[in-house]
């Protein structure tokens, strides 16, 4: 969802003694245009269940730490002005989840519980246990932050993973929005609303199914292309924002690749694979665009925006181009390599920060 890719932006350094007070109850307004609402927050999880709105519509509930809650305060939310709430009323709520942190409380004993477990019966059956998406413990799966990137799963609780990323950071992550398998995805994957950029899929649309191809994604939001389409829904526009439920397999032949995978556009092109792999952000450290090098692909996420992929080529002069798989046409912007080896982006100067 899309107040989640805010959070990954938040810093939460010394968050409790700088930011105010999380507010109960009261709309907040961030920069990007979200709006969220916290309802209750739990002290013995840490967590709070709040409530996402689009176009004064509630969209989605989910929960998330507090204290990445209110490290978006104020620099990149505030409470919601009488102005603004009269400009964009917020109607309707979601009934709230069961949450996912629920495993950090300790649960009471019943007096008519089971045997209790021998310490060397509970390892075993954590490693045994096989969360939402069917990954267990040891297994490489996919997560996003900053991009997706591989990682290992070290516990499974329900639909909950705590991860280690490729440079040993360990995070907590749910399926199915943040957790996929490697490679392809199947179609229990589709089922519960996974998708990846380039996938042929139908797209329902004023009441009927149309061929598309997803160009764009957003947590559980899509950005499907509608090739030779043109609906009243989307003013002559031939792409749509939809959410996975109004999603489904394409019934059309996949078109032919018109490059193969990892196949040079050009013959005065280089792949950038080992070049510049780890994670770049804007030097000012204030956010704007993220790109991701890894293997001679590039993950691109320009401000809260979604994730786009690229293969990444150099030319002459160290001039990187992007370009999708399968297409010959680079994309409408590229990096140029600066002399203090930063590197030059539409939307400012970008340094390598992590592996």
């Not at 979200?34 to 509630?58: E, H, I, L, M, P």
């Not at 994604?217 to 792409?239: C, F, H, M, W």
């Not at 401000?303 to 080529?313: D, I, K, N, R, Y």
């Amino acid at each position: 969802m899309s107040l989640r890719i805010l959070l990954l932006l938040a810093p939460i350094a010394s968050v409790l003694a700088q930011n105010p007070p999380l507010q109960m109850n009261v709309v907040y307004v961030c920069t990007d245009g979200q709006r969220f609402k916290v309802f209750s927050c739990n002290d013995t999880t840490g967590s709070c269940d709040y409530q996402n709105y689009q176009n004064g519509q509630a969209s989605q509930r989910s929960e998330a730490l507090k204290v990445h809650l209110t490290a978006l305060l104020p620099a990149k939310c505030h409470a919601q002005t009488p102005a603004e709430a009269q400009a964009d009323p917020h109607r309707r709520e979601i009934a709230s989840a069961p949450s996912s942190f629920a495993g950090r409380a300790a649960a009471p004993r019943s007096a008519t519980a089971s045997p209790t477990p021998t310490p060397a019966d509970a390892p075993n059956a954590a490693a045994r246990a096989i969360g939402g998406g069917g990954f267990k413990v040891g297994d490489i799966v996919r997560v996003l932050t900053s991009g997706w990137q591989d990682a290992q799963v070290l516990q499974v609780r329900g639909n909950s993973y705590r991860v280690r990323l490729e440079d040993g950071i360990e995070v907590s992550k749910s399926w199915p929005i943040e957790v996929r398998r490697q490679g392809k995805l199947t179609a229990a994957d589709h089922a519960a609303g996974q998708w990846d950029l380039h996938d042929q899929v139908q797209v329902l649309v004023d009441g009927r199914w149309m061929e598309g191809k997803i160009v764009g994604l957003r947590y559980n939001s899509y950005k499907v292309q509608l090739p030779g389409e043109r609906t009243l829904a989307i003013d002559g526009d031939r792409t749509v924002d939809t959410g996975a439920e109004n999603l489904r397999a394409s019934t059309a032949p996949p078109p032919p690749a018109a490059r193969p995978a990892g196949q040079s556009p050009n013959p005065r092109l280089a792949s950038c694979a080992g070049k510049y792999d780890g994670r770049w952000e804007h030097v000012s450290g204030m956010g704007g665009m993220t790109v991701v090098f890894r293997s001679g692909k590039a993950t691109v996420i320009e401000g809260l925006s979604g994730s786009m992929e690229f293969e990444c080529w150099i030319g002459g002069g160290g001039h990187i181009s992007l370009y999708e798989a399968g297409s010959s046409t680079p994309f409408a912007y590229g990096f140029d390599v600066n002399n203090d080896g930063t590197l030059q982006t539409p939307m400012g100067a970008i340094k390598k920060i992590g592996h």
